[in-house]
């Protein structure tokens, strides 16, 4: 209890001291609270760019390797429309082509089975 002389007591000084020293470190507190939050938002925002970055280039590759498919294909197909036009000559192509693409199939699926029957017999 202060009393009737204007000077501060022997015991305020360790109150204000406690008061000082409490109050740095709720802003110490407070500012790396708010630092950690900062670095945790730059590290989301850096994993949400690398994410980005890593599915465009999936997408990129997807249309890359979708692309030399068809085109492989589609030479597979030319190939074959040239034996058989080779083949017959006299027959026009709109008529075939529907029947060809049939054919194609048929005849892409024996070479698949091809690479599954023994080419050698072993233990003779």
Do not use: C, W
């Amino acid at each position: 209890v202060a009393g009737s002389s204007a000077g501060a007591g022997s015991g305020e000084f360790h109150v204000y001291r406690h008061l000082r020293r409490r109050e740095y470190q709720r802003q110490d507190f407070m500012d790396a609270m708010a630092e950690k939050q900062r670095l945790d938002e730059e590290f989301q925002k850096k994993l949400e760019r690398n994410k980005m970055i890593a599915e465009e280039q999936t997408a990129k590759r997807r249309r890359k390797r979708q692309k030399l498919k068809e085109k492989k294909l589609q030479a597979k197909k030319n190939k074959l429309e040239q034996k058989k036009q080779e083949k017959e000559p006299g027959q026009s192509q709109e008529q075939g082509s529907s029947e060809d693409d049939e054919e194609d199939s048929k005849e892409e699926e024996e070479k698949e089975d091809d690479a599954e029957e023994p080419s050698f017999v072993m233990g003779r």
